[in-house]
């Protein structure tokens, strides 16, 4: 069987559960065809329906109040009694800043090895072994690593990986109550308070169009020429590391393999050379457009669209037809 630990935050489910159980869903076909979706939480007995209708064949609910909150300790002990009543074969983990914590001190718990940030997942046709692919020596190589001799075999994966599942509300599945035994001495950690982030940008992973700047962009302010883009197209802006550490976005605008994985229907990559790295976060995105003056540039490669020549007057004319298109009447784009 594989299991599948999808998170929610303040009873709402986060994309990356789903997507996994999509992903789980195929690899079942190797297996038995069970995939159990396992949440955690206090009073979130109605997530479990919305994983069926993603395709868990079963949901266990662990249900609990010292996990109204999520706290590494209480969270590992509950998922703990779970895996270890059940057994799974594999058991899925999104790569969240929480599963990032709790996938490992689980895996230490179950004394088996994770595998973390893995980009693809597959069943050995012979030993029906999990196949792990995760980039290597700074993503110079794709590792594929296995877990032979514990189980369960242990991955992770970051939100936007793997493709969400359709939805169907027909599907019918077990759901399952479980009470762990838990008390307030295993546990460590007192949350005293919990703040939220004000973000001024919506989460790039959310966003159905995004114009990406890299160190072509070549300053802070010249990034307002594609906010304003994005902004008429209905999207957002995004980045490579290089603009990042130049620090000219917010690291939490970064694509790539230690930012973001992204799948927007439109990317428009503005002076960005395609670094393997960069191109781990973005490449599945339904259609790539590419501004870069270097023809040879291998984000040319994997774009849809490649305009070669210096970004600047490009999107500034973009913008223009855009706005002649839309009808808006707008001072004089110099
Ligand atoms: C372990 C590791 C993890 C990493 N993770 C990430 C990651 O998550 N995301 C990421 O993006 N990178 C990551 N990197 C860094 C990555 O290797 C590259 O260094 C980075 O992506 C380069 O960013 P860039 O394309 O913006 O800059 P550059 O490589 O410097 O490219 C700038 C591009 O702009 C073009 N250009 C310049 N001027 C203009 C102009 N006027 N008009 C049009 N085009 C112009 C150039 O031709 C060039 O192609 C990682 C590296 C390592 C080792």
Redesign the pocket.
């Known amino acids: 069987m594989i299991m599948v630990y999808c998170e929610q935050r303040n009873g709402e489910l986060l994309n990356v559960g789903p997507e996994l159980v999509g992903k789980a869903v195929e690899l079942s076909k190797d297996f038995d065809g069970n995939v159990t979706a396992v949440i955690c939480g206090h009073k979130i007995n109605h997530l479990a329906e919305l994983l069926i209708h993603y395709g868990a064949s079963r949901v266990i609910v662990i249900e609990h109040p010292l996990l109204e909150k999520y706290n590494v300790d209480a969270y590992t002990e509950a998922l703990y009694q779970v895996v270890k009543s059940e057994n799974p074969e594999i058991l899925l983990v999104g790569a969240t800043l929480t599963g990032r914590e709790l996938g490992p001190k689980l895996a230490a718990r179950l004394k088996t090895g994770l595998t973390a940030d893995c980009t693809n997942l597959e069943i050995d046709s012979d030993s029906k072994l999990l196949l792990m692919t995760r980039p290597a020596f700074?993503?110079n190589l794709m590792a594929t690593i296995i877990c032979p001799d514990n189980r369960p075999q242990m991955a992770t994966t970051r939100p936007g990986v793997f493709p969400m599942p359709q939805s169907d509300s027909q599907r019918r599945g077990e759901i399952i109550l479980f009470t762990p035994r838990l008390s307030e001495e295993d546990i460590r950690i007192k949350v005293e308070k919990i703040i939220q982030k004000i973000r001024k940008h919506k989460d790039i992973t959310a966003e159905k169009v995004l114009v990406a700047?890299?160190?072509?962009v070549?300053s802070k302010e010249n990034f307002e020429l594609l906010e304003e883009l994005a902004e008429l197209l209905g999207g957002g802006i995004a980045?490579?590391?290089?603009?990042v550490d130049e620090g000219w976005l917010p690291k939490d605008l970064?694509?790539?393999?230690?930012?973001k994985v992204v799948r927007p229907k439109l990317y428009i990559a503005?002076?960005?050379?395609?670094?393997?790295?960069?191109l781990?976060?973005m490449q599945e995105s339904e259609y790539i457009i590419a501004?870069?003056?270097?023809p040879e540039?291998p984000?040319m490669k994997v774009a849809d669209l490649a305009i070669v020549?210096?970004?600047?007057p490009i999107v500034r004319r973009l913008i223009q037809q855009l706005k002649q298109t839309m009808n808006i009447q707008e001072e004089k784009i110099s």
């Open positions: 700074g993503g700047g890299g160190r072509g070549g980045g490579s590391r290089a603009a970064q694509v790539g393999q230690t930012g503005v002076g960005i050379s395609g670094a393997i790295q960069h781990a976060g501004i870069n003056k270097d540039a984000i020549g210096d970004w600047k």
